[in-house]
Every structure is written in structure tokens, then in C-alpha cells.
């Protein structure tokens, strides 16, 4: 068994190929075009607290924001199944360097929820809130994060978990409109990185596949809105 | 035929622009909770030009004891915040805009007054400009919060209207359903959560959409209105303000 696997990482196999990224409704996503990609290997769910505790204590890194205290989590042994939240883009680069891994590229992430038929949710092309949690659900259920087995419905064609709502992720990139895009903001300038998915803050419309919005690398989120998890990838 | 309006003493600092009755667009069919597009008719009606204040809020609270914004300090705005819209809950807002001879606008009137009669995509257009909205394509950097309701002249609807979309989300009478004849459900709709319109500073343009619509607790607490921003609101009449609040 690889270290990789000892720390907890189950990976799911994208193949190589072709797949659909941008849309045309929004200027930061346009325009939809076809990619070539090659396979690659992501993590099945976002990066959870165990994990992120696993790290913390063997490099000294500091805990974020909002972070479970031990005796939470011997009072909720599932606490440390949600997704690490609230952390920023160095943490999670670090983590992955740590891990031997690295932050999926934005390709990456978007193929990763699209599948190879360009659709608009992990699950398809129609919201659905019994796949995901995000601010339309999230608020009457009572819940922010939930444990990455939850909500299995929302699995992309591929077998990820989670890429739609609970929380947002970093990935590798710099925010910078795509090549004929008419996007210009101060966000996307190439000081922010890029964040994916939405989360359970958001409402459905950050959980598009070809969502993106920008951040201050070391933006971990607000008191009440939480912030940024992370998972990793690895090339074959 | 115009129809005479009977004027009546409408309080408030905000200037208030005239919206023609006729028919609106409203809606969006690419995205679920914003479906189907239809048209809508919506009578004549009054809106605040912006939303409103901390300095017009506090005319309020000192009239009718109602409990300062738990942001303000020693029972007024922030220093410098006088100009910003006041953030609250649906209950207050609804209760100055009853103070002030208003109401909260409906949903259809809100969407009408951004730009739904000509049937935008955003105030202005169609096409997002980070320059007449303060979202997060700025405030991710910026860092700003807040600014003043007249700070943004150039992202004024077609009725002149300003600070539709961005800054501050805006409370509306209505409570929060699915629209007819969507087919599309959401556990959200059976809460008696009141609509919020228009996104906000930490919201991206997805957001800034005259169609968006989110939705929170009528009572909702102001605990992270100074860090998240809160919901302001802007009022309507159906009655004509007095001629000095004509925009």
C-alpha cells in the first residue's frame, strides 16, 4: 500500500480524452469550447478534517478557522468526516506537497464534474437537491458541511463525490479570463486563485461544473459563510 | 388615459422614481428556481431610487424606539457609514417602510424597476461590467464591503433606479415560493422564507442577475451583518410621493 494511501486518499481514474469547458451564460466562464486532456487520477472526496488533522499534527501547521476541537470530535466521531474547511490556497498546496500529491488543475476539475458529455451538474444537467447541499437545502436542513459519504446521488459519471456544494474548492490555477473572453475584473487579474463548486453558502448556481470565481490565495472564508476545502490529484 | 394619483405624505430620503403599468418579463429558464420567463403585468407603482440608509434608518429608530442595528455603535452607524445602506431584518424593514407611508416592493415590482421591462439580463444590459456593481469579481480584492447608495450612478436601470444588483441584497414583500408552472421543487419553499433580490459584495455576478432570487429567515438575526453584509431593502408606494421625492 502507497503513502498516498495510507493517508487516506482514494483516487478515482479519469480517462483521457476530450470534454466540454466554459459556458456562453457567463462572461468568466465563456466561451464553451472542447479540450484535450490527458488521464489523471482525483481524489473521491474533498480532503476531511481526519486528514487534514493527520497533516497539522505531523508538519506543525497551524488549524483553521472553525476547526473541530478534539473533544468535538469524541463527542461526533462523523465531525471528522466533513470536509476540511476554511482553509487558504497555501494550505492546501501544502497538504498536497505533503501528501505527495498536488491541486488538481482547473481542466482537471472541470472534466472531473462535467464527464466527458459536457454536462452541467456532476449528476446532470438539472439541479437537484437531494444530490447536493447548497444554501437552497442547506439552510432548512440546519446543516453547513455534511460527511463526504453523504449525499451519494450527487457522484459524478466518473464516481467523484461532492464536486457540487458542501464546500468550495481550491485548485491549482490563477484566475484569468479564458482566451476570447470579454471578462475584465479586478479579480480576475491573476492575483486570485481559482475556487470550484460552490459550496453550502451558495446557492445551485456555484455548483455548475463550469463555475469560477477567484479568491486572495490566503482567503479562508468568513465567520458564518465558512470557506475553502481542497481535494487533491495526481498525473499518470 | 393618464390615471391621477392621490399624493400623500411619503417619507423617507430616497428620491423615488415612476414605473409606467404595463407588462414586464420575469423570470429565467436556465435556471430552476428563477423559471419559467413570463410576462407579468404590473400596475404603476413608486420605487426608492436606492436602498436605504443608515442616516435615513436612524430618523426611524429615533421615532419609534426600535432597537439599533447591533453593528452601530452607541446607537448610530459606524463613522463614515451614514450614506450606506442599513442592513436589517425583513421584519424591520417591513416595519420603516410602513413608518415612511411605503411597503416593501413585490418581487414582480423589483424585478420590473431593474431592468425586466426591457428584459435585461443585468440593470444596465446584458453584459456584466464590474464597474456599475460592486460584487466579488471587486470585493474579493478590494476587500470592500460597503459604499455609499450614490456611488454607483453608471449601474442605473432604465427606470433609475441604482444599487439594484451588488452592494446589498434587498429584502421584498414576497415570501419565498416556487414560481408557477416551474415543476421545479426545493425544501426551501416551505420555510416562510422571505425573498432577497438583486446578490450582493461577496456574491459573483451569477448574482447580480435582475432574475436571481435567494431567500432567508424573515427574523433573521444580524449576528454577521458587519462581516458578511446584511440585507437592506428599498421601499415602494402606490400612492405618488411628495413632488421634492421625485427623482
Redesign the interface.
Known amino acids: 500500500m502507497s503513502a498516498v494511501e495510507l493517508r487516506g486518499h482514494e483516487f478515482v481514474r479519469i480517462p483521457g480524452g476530450s470534454f466540454l469547458m466554459g459556458s456562453d ?4 466562464e465563456a466561451p464553451e469550447r472542447t479540450i484535450e486532456l490527458p488521464a489523471f487520477e482525483i481524489d473521491r472526496s474533498p480532503v476531511t478534517v481526519a486528514q487534514y488533522l493527520h497533516f497539522a499534527r505531523e508538519t506543525g501547521r497551524e488549524l483553521p478557522a472553525d476547526f473541530p476541537t478534539p473533544a468535538q470530535l469524541d463527542d461526533d466521531p462523523r465531525r471528522a468526516q466533513h470536509p476540511v474547511e476554511r482553509v487558504s490556497w497555501h494550505d492546501a498546496t501544502a497538504y498536497a506537497e505533503w501528501a505527495g500529491l498536488r491541486l488538481p488543475t482547473e481542466q482537471e476539475w472541470e472534466r472531473a464534474s462535467r464527464g466527458a458529455d459536457g454536462r452541467r451538474f456532476p449528476w446532470g444537467d ?2 437537484d ?1 437531494a444530490r447536493a447541499v447548497v ?3 442547506a ?3 440546519g446543516v453547513t458541511t455534511v460527511p463526504v459519504e453523504q449525499f451519494p446521488g450527487g457522484e459524478s459519471a466518473d464516481g467523484v463525490r461532492h464536486l457540487a456544494g458542501n464546500v468550495e474548492e481550491w485548485v491549482m490555477d490563477a484566475l484569468l479570463p479564458y482566451p476570447g473572453s ?8 491573476g ?2 486563485r481559482v475556487l470550484r463548486g460552490g459550496s453550502w453558502f ?5 455548483a455548475r461544473g463550469s ?1 469560477r ?4 490565495p490566503e ?1 479562508t472564508g ?4 465558512g470557506g475553502p476545502g481542497f481535494r487533491c490529484a495526481r498525473s499518470v | 388615459m393618464p390615471t391621477a394619483t392621490t399624493e400623500i405624505t411619503v417619507r423617507g430620503a430616497s428620491p423615488m422614481v415612476d414605473v409606467p403599468e404595463g407588462y414586464s418579463w420575469m423570470g429565467c429558464d436556465d435556471f430552476e428556481r428563477e423559471a419559467p420567463r413570463r410576462r407579468v403585468y404590473v400596475p404603476q407603482f413608486w420605487m426608492d431610487k436606492y436602498p436605504v440608509t443608515n442616516d435615513d434608518y436612524a430618523v426611524f429608530v429615533a421615532e419609534t424606539q426600535t432597537p439599533a442595528p447591533s453593528y452601530w455603535i452607541n446607537g448610530a452607524a459606524p463613522e463614515g457609514y451614514g450614506d450606506h445602506p442599513v442592513m436589517v431584518s425583513w421584519r424591520n424593514a417591513e416595519a420603516y417602510a410602513r413608518w415612511a407611508g411605503k411597503r416593501l416592493p413585490t418581487e414582480a415590482e423589483w424585478e420590473k424597476a431593474a431592468g425586466g421591462a426591457q428584459g435585461h439580463v443585468f440593470p444596465w444590459g446584458d453584459h456584466f461590467d464590474a464597474d456599475r456593481a460592486l460584487t466579488w469579481e471587486t470585493g474579493a480584492v478590494t476587500g470592500t464591503r460597503s459604499e455609499p447608495v450614490t456611488a454607483r450612478p453608471q449601474g442605473a436601470s432604465p427606470y433609475g433606479c441604482e444599487q439594484m444588483v451588488g452592494l446589498v441584497e434587498e429584502w421584498v414583500d414576497d415570501v419565498y415560493r416556487g414560481y408557477s408552472g416551474s415543476g421545479y421543487d426545493s425544501i426551501g419553499y416551505t420555510q416562510g422564507y422571505r425573498v432577497l433580490r438583486g446578490g450582493s459584495w461577496i456574491f459573483s455576478q451569477t448574482h447580480a442577475r435582475i432574475t436571481y432570487r435567494c431567500f432567508e429567515e424573515p427574523d433573521l438575526s444580524d449576528e454577521h451583518f458587519w462581516g458578511l453584509g446584511g440585507p437592506s431593502f428599498r421601499c415602494a408606494s402606490s400612492v405618488a410621493p411628495q413632488p421634492e421625492l421625485r427623482a
Not at chain 1, 451564460?25 to 468568466?28: A, P, R, T, V, Y
Not at chain 1, 470565481?213 to 486572495?216: I, K, N, Q, V
Open positions: 451564460e457567463f462572461d468568466l438539472r439541479f437537491e444554501w437552497d437545502n439552510k432548512a436542513l470579454t471578462h475584465t475584473s479586478p479579480s480576475a487579474s492575483q486570485c451558495y446557492t445551485n448556481e456555484y463555475f470565481r477567484g479568491a486572495l482567503f468568513y465567520d458564518g459563510a
